[in-house]
Nanobody, 118 residues
Framework: QVQLVESGGGLVQPGGSLRLSCAAS????????MGWYRQAPGKQRELVAR???????YYADSVKGRFTISRDNARNTVYLQMNSLKPEDTAVYCC????????????WGQGTQVTVSS
């Protein structure tokens, strides 16, 4: 079993900041990549940012320069620092991890709502 627990969502004014956290626990031996996806009402889910082990982080063009993804391997935790938030960033943000080894595959958190509104 693998569990992902997200925190940090909420309501923020345009131009504000939020920091999302996602802690993975359970039968984890090797996490290859950790990332964040988001889905706004009426839109498809999109990859926001992803960071592989020992690799370069990927960012969607819409968030480059504003969002920063980081991970704490000792804590199996991934963070998403979101600055200069815009109303179009409003969505449910879901944590994703890709495991290798005996538990190989994608695992998802249940999502946390981020609302950017004045």
């Amino acid at each position: 079993q693998v569990q992902l627990v997200e925190s940090g969502g909420g309501l923020v004014q345009p131009g504000g900041s939020l920091r999302l956290s996602c802690a993975a626990s359970g039968n984890i031996f090797s996490i290859y990549a950790m990332g964040w996806y988001r889905q706004a009402p009426g839109k498809q889910r999109e990859l926001v940012a992803r960071i592989p082990s020992g690799g370069t982080a990927y960012y969607a063009d819409s968030v480059k320069g504003r969002f920063t993804i980081s991970r704490d391997n000792a804590r199996n935790t991934v963070y998403l620092q979101m600055n200069s938030l815009k109303p179009e960033d409003t969505a449910v943000y879901c944590c994703n991890v890709y495991l290798v080894g005996s538990m190989i595959g994608d695992y998802w958190g249940q999502g946390t709502q981020v609302t950017v509104s004045s």
